[in-house]
Nanobody
């Protein structure tokens, strides 16, 4: 089993920044995809950014140029740097992982999920 624990959420004003972290433990696949998803109340879960075991990344158009995904492979920590936050970025943010190397931003392609961390952006 692979366990994921997110941290770093909080409340900020529009234009501010936050960095989310996701610590992985347990099963360590050789090939993998890890990413961030978010879900606002009443909306479906959407992919934000993905990184795979080849260090390739994919970022959703709505956050491109503002959010950056990265990882510390040795520490098994995934990061999401979020800059110039907007009220529409308000959501629960989830870390996800899959033992397949791909660049999918589709939630159904991921097996392992964290509990989420709340991000609230006020105008």
């Amino acid at each position: 089993q692979l366990q994921l624990v997110e941290s770093g959420g909080g409340s900020v004003q529009a234009g501010g920044s936050l960095r989310l972290s996701c610590a992985a433990s347990g099963y360590r696949p050789r090939f993998y995809s890890m990413g961030w998803f978010r879900q606002a109340p009443g909306k479906k879960r959407e992919g934000v950014a993905i990184i795979n075991s080849s260090s390739r990344t994919s970022v959703a158009g709505s956050v491109k140029g503002r959010f950056t995904i990265s990882e510390d492979n040795a520490k098994r920590i995934l990061y999401l740097q979020m800059n110039n936050l907007k009220p529409e970025d308000t959501a629960m943010y989830y870390c996800a992982a899959e033992s397949v190397e791909r660049l999918s931003l589709e939630a159904h392609d991921f097996t392992y999920w964290g509990q989420g961390t709340q991000v609230t952006v006020s105008s």
